[in-house]
């Protein structure tokens, strides 16, 4: 059975542009353990985290405007997301599933009382829900702990003889998730790349904690309410006490047409390269690695850059919100 972050599992990514208001947060706080509680139903259910965007890489100056993170430091942001400065705000939340059908199950099952809790949020969404399925191709992620755990987590690691592992603070530190699209036929040569460049960026770069490739395998629909007419807009004629009868979407209904996410990929294949860091300064520094230490930029180039089939790979930035600290490694 695949446990937390692991090669194989499932990990859904609910993406949405939230305003970036005091009423927000306050809905977050009341309505986000309610939809954590709802979902550990499901016995294939792993862990989740909850990010904002803080920013993006700039790109040695491809996105010259843009800004690690749009705050006056990284700990006003850990102070309090109130002092992003990005408007709407980007806030993804992953969930990570033993395989893609349990979640597709928690959904289907769960259906009444996620309709009623998400309904309750829909007054602060700006664009989405749209939630993609991943599956973790390849991971080196260390656990999550907070201080007070690391001399245990070191000690244990010496006494067995094993290398420590990097130090992956809970709440604190920063993602940065590149888009990749793969030209078709490149996969494997570019998952190879990929999996080189990682390694060499965590046994060299600086503050460089993990490291995890995604690869798209679909998008749910019944979990972001994509209800076949006129269920649809049955959605938007309650706030929440009235879900529509209907749980069918255009793709049919889960258990009988379909249990994996139903939405296509389409287009060329897209991979995500999720890589945690511990400070700003250490991610805009190893992510530029790629750019200017010429052996990583080799490899770099004919690994990754060469299959892309779409240039460049973007990179935006988060912080942790909420994350569930015990059983995500
Ligand atoms: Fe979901």
Redesign the pocket.
């Known amino acids: 059975m695949v446990r937390g972050i692991k090669k194989g599992a499932a990990l859904?990514i609910?993406q949405a542009a939230i305003a970036n208001a005091p009423e927000s947060f306050e809905k977050m706080q009341r309505v986000g353990p309610k939809v954590c509680l709802t979902t550990a139903n499901e016995p294939g259910f792993l862990g989740f985290h909850a990010f904002l965007q803080t920013g993006a890489h700039p790109l040695g100056g491809r996105f010259g405007a843009a800004k690690l993170i749009n705050a006056d430091s990284m700990e006003a942001v850990m102070e309090s997301p109130l002092n992003l400065r990005l408007d709407p705000l980007n806030l993804w939340q992953y969930?990570v599933w033993e395989d893609a059908e349990a979640?597709e199950r928690?959904?289907y099952e769960q259906y009444e009382r996620i309709f009623e809790l998400c309904a309750g949020c829909l007054d602060m969404v700006v664009d989405g829900p749209w939630?993609p399925v991943y599956r973790i191709l390849e991971e080196d992620m260390p656990r999550l702990m907070g201080m007070t755990d690391v001399p245990r987590i070191m000690g244990q690691a010496m006494a067995q003889q094993q290398q420590p592992p990097k130090i992956r603070l809970a709440m604190k530190r920063l993602v940065a998730l590149g888009e990749h699209y793969v030209k078709e036929g490149g996969e494997q040569a570019f998952t190879d790349g990929v999996v080189r460049t990682l390694e060499k960026l965590k046994e060299n770069a600086p503050g460089m904690i993990g490291w995890m490739l995604l690869e798209k395998q679909g998008e749910?629909a019944l979990?972001t309410f994509q209800l076949a007419p006129p269920a649809f807009w049955e959605c938007l004629e309650t706030l929440g006490a009235n879900p529509p009868e209907s749980r069918r979407t255009n793709y049919g209904e889960f258990g009988k047409d379909y249990n994996t996410p139903p939405i296509p990929i389409g287009g060329p294949k897209q991979y995500l390269v999720h890589t945690e860091w511990e400070s700003p300064d250490t991610l805009l520094f190893g992510l530029t690695l790629t750019g200017v230490n010429p052996e990583l930029r080799r490899i770099h180039d004919e690994g990754v850059m060469a299959h892309l089939a779409r240039l460049p790979p973007y990179y935006r930035i988060f912080a942790p919100a909420m994350e569930d600290m015990i059983f995500f490694h």
């Open positions: 859904a609910n969930t979640h928690m959904h939630e749910s979990s």
